[in-house]
């Protein structure tokens, strides 16, 4: 399968400057938990949605509303279209109604006879390298003295002409986490749904339940972890920061989707809780959906690429030290103290879960894995900057190693319910994975409850991946809790 994308359109939209004090620029620190995300690259999240029209069709009906509900948006979330100043010292953002996020539009034809935009909207594997081509591109983050001030947000939208549509988006996390770029997205496809529609149109505030909170100093720092991170940054030498999650990524790597029901997550809680009796283990402290279905894909990860390494290579090197999985805790209700819901940044932190390989491939693995997973939830929900001064150097320590793994996204914050006028999205993508050794979490479009997995691999890693995890589930479903009267 093959693609070809040409670029049709390339446009700068600007929020509409309602004062002059608007046109102005100002200036907004960055906070302890913004400081840390300047050593990744952006999230590139993809929507396809169904769309069967023509690229003319598209061009002169959807698009206006499109760029129309984008500007009015950004009125509302202006450090999107700000710009990161990294020099002189300290790195801030700057602030400007003027300021303008890059807008492109593409069309898209098979350079085969086949219905690509169904082949790239389903769950079988993909080819990887074909989904970077609509995805907009961003300027890297730099600690160089030279490095001008970068966008942090561009767009892109990609027409399959009379199948469907993508909208792909680049966003430097620095300026925005999962929960505050979702709040955005779904002002902007609401703004945008209501435009097509027959007039009246509602006012761009009734969108937002309260004006923006861009204050950073609603964040605590008694610890003083700002001046720490930024050290930290300042300190990398190279003009990229080395990282895991600024890598080529892999040869030949394909993209898969799996869902976890909540029929899978009952199995998977059973066969943990039956293993726990009958081999008189601790039982794991939090099993939520979320631990339930990681735990589940921790150990699927780490066997597939094992058995992998094994097929390969019949004396495989000793993975010695633990294996990690690494996941992203929101700070809202963790941080003891009210901030606003508004807030529009980064309010979240790090928890790293931790075992041997021993322990996550023996019969026991997914009890392990979600006794880790849950001790290290229930830590963070005691306090979570516990381990706040490793956050940098923990997220280091995850490209020593292909058995360690994060998770990028979140299943609670409802991707699928993001209708700019074109219906619900029929497929979600995260590209950024491809680069960062991550499994993209989010909620599933047509399994309620459910679970969607997104992991990029090279086919041969993918291929152990998706028979383990088949086989995995089948056991998992074969088990009955132990009657507690007999």
């Known amino acids: 399968m093959g693609i070809d994308v040409e670029v049709v359109e390339r446009c700068e939209i600007s929020p509409p400057p309602l004062s002059t004090q608007e046109l102005e620029e100002r200036e907004v620190g960055l906070s302890m938990m913004d400081v840390p995300w300047l050593f990744f690259s952006p999230t590139q999240p993809l929507f396809f949605y169904a769309y069967p029209h023509s690229l003319s069709h598209f061009t002169s009906t959807a698009l206006p509303l499109l760029k129309l509900s984008l500007s009015r948006s950004l009125l509302h979330s202006l450090p999107l279209s700000a710009r990161l100043r990294l020099h002189p010292r300290p790195p801030l953002l700057l602030l400007c109604s003027s300021h303008t996020v890059s807008l492109t539009v593409a069309a898209a034809a098979a350079a085969d006879d086949e219905d690509v935009f169904r082949r790239l909207s389903t769950h079988h594997p993909r080819d990887a390298a074909l989904f970077h081509l609509l995805v907009p591109s961003l300027p890297p983050i730099s600690n ?6 970068v966008p942090l947000f561009a767009a892109q939208v990609t027409v399959f002409p009379n199948s469907g549509l993508c909208l792909g988006l680049a966003c430097h996390h620095v300026v925005a986490d999962a929960r505050t770029l979702n709040l955005f997205l779904k002002a902007w496809a609401s703004l945008s749904r209501q435009l097509s529609s027959p007039a009246p149109h509602p006012s761009l505030r009734g969108f937002f339940s309260a004006p923006p909170c861009y204050d950073r100093t609603v964040l605590r720092d008694p610890r003083g972890m700002l001046h720490r991170f930024l050290f930290e940054w300042w300190s990398c030498e190279c003009q990229a920061p080395s990282s895991p999650f600024n890598g080529a990524g892999f040869p030949h790597m394909v993209r898969s ?24 283990l601790s039982h794991p402290p939090h099993l939520s959906p979320y631990v339930l279905t990681c735990a589940f894909l921790w150990v699927v990860w780490v066997n597939a690429h094992l058995s992998l390494q094994a097929h390969n290579n019949p004396k495989p090197a000793t993975h010695r030290g633990p294996v990690y999985f690494g996941f992203i805790a929101g700070g809202l209700t963790r941080l003891g103290y009210p901030v606003p819901a508004s807030y529009f940044g980064n309010c979240v932190g790090f928890g790293r879960a931790e075992a041997t390989v021993h322990e996550l491939v023996g019969e026991n693995g997914i009890v392990v894995a979600a006794n880790a997973l849950g001790s290290t939830v229930k830590r963070l929900d005691k306090d979570l900057f516990a381990d706040a001064e490793r956050w940098i150097s923990d997220w280091r320590a995850f490209s020593e190693s292909e058995l360690h793994v994060t998770v ?30 991550a499994i993209s979490l989010h909620e599933s479009r047509d399994v309620k409850g459910g679970i969607e997995a997104g992991i990029a691999l090279p086919k041969p890693t993918m291929d152990a991946f998706a028979s383990l995890f088949k086989a995995g589930l089948k056991v998992m479903k074969q088990t009955t809790l132990p009657n507690p009267n007999s």
Request: a neutral charge; proline letters at 7%.
């Open 144 to 149: 160089s003295s030279s490095s001008p001030p």
């Open 257 to 280: 989707t799996f869902v976890v029901g909540t029929t899978e997550m009952d199995s998977i809680r059973k066969w943990i809780l039956s293993r726990c009796s009958s081999g008189n």
């Open 408 to 437: 990028a996204g979140s299943p609670k914050v409802d991707l699928y319910d993001m209708d700019f006028g074109w219906g619900r999205p029929v497929k979600i993508e995260d590209i950024s994975i491809d680069k960062s050794r």
